[in-house]
């Protein structure tokens, strides 16, 4: 962890006065925080709070009424998801976005689309440059199929994988864009306590050997506390609390708003 | 004991990508084109060739095109009789008007023009879904069929609106369309043509592109967010569907029937099409091959069949069972197994890999 937080840098990513409403649902009301680089931020709240709207917004899936993202120092109000991913930036869902009909190395193959270039005359000979492209691709997939240690169902289409697996091959296909921040939203929900600790351990190593900056959403408290750098806290789409865990296990507001009631 | 991969190690990804990776699959297909080049030529009478291998080929090429856009990208079109009619009249305009153009390139011409078609088409699926989309492409099709009937200019003011192919030679004495042609050159031209345009077809799918039309089929929220555009992603679909489906409607008008007026691509023909890739299975290039064989083989198999046993029907029955047959099928197919005959082949093979041990 001290190791760690040494090598948190600057500011990465700044959201400011983000306010976001569905008709009258105030989903999010004048949120403000910062990720920075190569941190593991930890955003917890109860169900409803607001926490994946966050992220929706961040990638520049839903767009915000109010307030202003910068990324990078590239301030921005309105930006399509795509754009978000050429500019680095990664995520995965709370119920699991995979391509079910094809392979895991389809859908990590399909993560790294932002990486070729070839176009498509190219991709039709699938000769010369383009067989160079697709193999020099597929190698670095091989690498993260390596890392996530499902090597064994490289082949097989993910629709017939099991919850656990579909998550972490969802981890992988995110992984292959090589983002420089990799939103999570629930990845260790529905896991027993192996895979949760296999996933803790894949989260910390992709922190630790690729710099990779996470911002992660969990509500199991333990690994919270365990893995993060630093928390914030949202209840009723307010931030109410920001800091290092162990301030935030301390603050009263959030014991009361959120630690307080057993979930 | 014959079909094995043991011993097969793959050293490289190249190798591993290969389309048929397995060495007994290699020796099948090298094998299976001898025939279908040496073989087939020779023993195939002129009926077989021609009412049988030449439209099978055509299909197959219209079905691969539909099976891009629909099995690998998903979206539903129910437009393919109307642009393969687009193919067969550009096909016209451009061999008449320039009869110095050589055939082949006229082909893939018209091919380009439907790819222009099918992306001004396309455009709504960027905002609709499924039925509804199927629905606008419903109206490309009446439009389309409507349109070539509508205007005498599109078969040169013929009176009975006919267009006939101009003969047109491959190379040389080698006519392929025309009162010259022969089933034989029709056929060797065909397999020719399509087997290219089909590994052509396969190699897209297995690449980048392909797999951006996968992604937008299977989730396209995911696909956007992965960097995917969805605009590009269909709207490239649709045109290179429309450009298979262009060129096949060029065969159909200039190499099969040799000439055909614009209600030949009507909507039935539509359906025809999407009937081959749910039977032969939807997102497979082998599955467009074999629903077009199956939906052509079927009624002549079917009127042949009873005679064959002894058994004497009516052929208004034969045609009613043919319409139950079908229906039965599709049912079968888009509940039981939305793969097609592809994974049922796909299937058979891996029981073969393993046996005689099932375990
Ligand atoms: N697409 C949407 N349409 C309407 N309401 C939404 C939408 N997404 C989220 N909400 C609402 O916003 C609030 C916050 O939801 P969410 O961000 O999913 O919370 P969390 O992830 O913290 O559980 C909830 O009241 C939810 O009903
Ligand atoms: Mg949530």
Redesign the pocket.
């Known amino acids: 962890m001290s190791e760690q937080a040494k090598r948190i840098g600057d500011t990465l990513l700044r959201v400011e006065g983000i306010t976001l409403s ?1 008709g009258g ?1 105030r ?1 999010l009301n004048d949120v403000s925080f910062e990720i920075k680089e190569h941190e593991i931020l930890a955003i917890i ?1 109860p ?7 966050m992220l929706n917004v961040i990638n520049g899936f839903y767009h915000p009424q109010e307030g202003t993202i910068s990324f990078k120092g590239r301030e921005r109000k309105r930006m399509r998801p795509y754009v978000a991913a050429k500019q680095g930036i990664a995520r995965t869902f709370q119920n699991i976005a995979l391509f079910k009909g094809m392979s895991t190395l389809d859908n990590i193959m399909t993560g790294r689309m932002l990486k070729m270039k070839r176009n498509f005359l190219w991709q039709a000979l699938y000769w010369g440059p383009a067989l160079k492209e697709e193999i020099e691709n597929r190698e670095f997939c091989e690498k993260v199929i390596d890392f996530l240690e499902i090597q064994a169902i490289r082949k097989t289409p993910v629709g017939r994988l099991p919850y656990g697996l579909q998550k972490r091959v969802e981890l992988g296909r995110a992984l292959a864009a090589e983002p420089e921040i990799l939103l999570l939203d629930e990845p260790m929900a529905g896991m027993n306590v192996e895979e949760k600790e296999d996933m803790c351990r894949f989260i910390l190593d992709v922190n630790d050997e690729f710099g990779t900056t996470i911002a992660l959403i969990e509500h199991d408290m333990g690994v919270v506390m365990d893995i993060s750098d630093r928390v914030v806290v949202l209840d009723y789409g307010r931030k109410i609390a920001d800091g290092t865990p162990d301030a935030v296990r301390a603050d009263q507001q959030v014991i009361d708003a959120y630690l307080g009631v057993s979930h | 004991m014959i079909y094995r991969e043991a011993g097969q190690f793959k050293s490289s990804y190249g190798a591993d990508q290969a389309i048929f990776p397995i060495l007994q699959d290699r020796i099948a297909v090298a094998i299976m084109l001898a025939i279908a080049v040496v073989v087939i030529p020779l023993v195939a009478g002129p009926y077989w060739l021609e009412t049988i291998l030449v439209p099978f080929l055509v299909f197959s090429m219209a079905a691969i095109g539909l099976n891009l856009l629909t099995g690998y990208c998903g979206q539903l079109s129910l437009g393919t009789g109307g642009f393969m009619a687009c193919g067969a009249f550009f096909a016209y305009k451009l061999s008449t008007a320039f009869p110095e153009l050589h055939i082949v390139l006229v082909f893939l011409l018209s091919g380009l023009g439907t790819a222009f078609v099918g992306i001004l088409f396309g455009i709504p699926s960027l905002r609709i879904k499924g039925f509804y989309l199927a629905v606008a492409t419903l109206a490309a099709q009446f439009f389309l069929v409507w349109m070539f009937n509508k205007f005498p200019w599109w078969n040169n003011y013929s009176p009975s609106g006919v267009i006939s192919a101009p003969p047109r030679a491959v190379f040389g004495d080698f006519y392929l369309t025309g009162t010259q042609a022969t089933p034989e050159i029709k056929y060797l031209f065909l397999l020719a043509f399509v087997s290219v345009m089909a590994l052509l077809a396969k190699n897209l799918t297995r690449s980048r592109i392909g797999r951006s039309w996968m992604a937008i089929r299977d989730m396209d929220i995911a696909a956007e967010i992965i960097g995917i555009r969805p605009l590009f992603a269909k709207l490239s679909a649709f045109a290179i569907s429309s450009f298979y489906i262009g060129i096949s409607g060029a065969l159909w008008a200039f190499v099969y029937t040799g000439s055909v007026e614009a209600l030949a691509f009507d909507i039935n023909r539509s359906f025809q099409v999407l009937f081959m890739i749910i039977v032969g299975g939807l997102g497979s290039i082998l599955g467009s091959f074999l629903g077009a064989a199956f939906i052509v083989l079927m009624p002549i198999f079917l009127s042949n069949a009873p005679a064959a046993l002894g058994l004497h029907i009516s052929v208004e029955l034969v045609s009613h069972m043919e319409f139950m047959i079908f229906g039965a099928l599709i049912i079968f197919f888009l509940i039981v197994e939305p793969s097609g005959l592809a994974r049922l082949w796909q299937i058979g093979k891996e029981k073969l890999r393993l046996w005689p041990f099932p375990y």
């Open positions: 569905f649902v989903a709240g169900n409803g709070a607001g926490k994946s709207s």
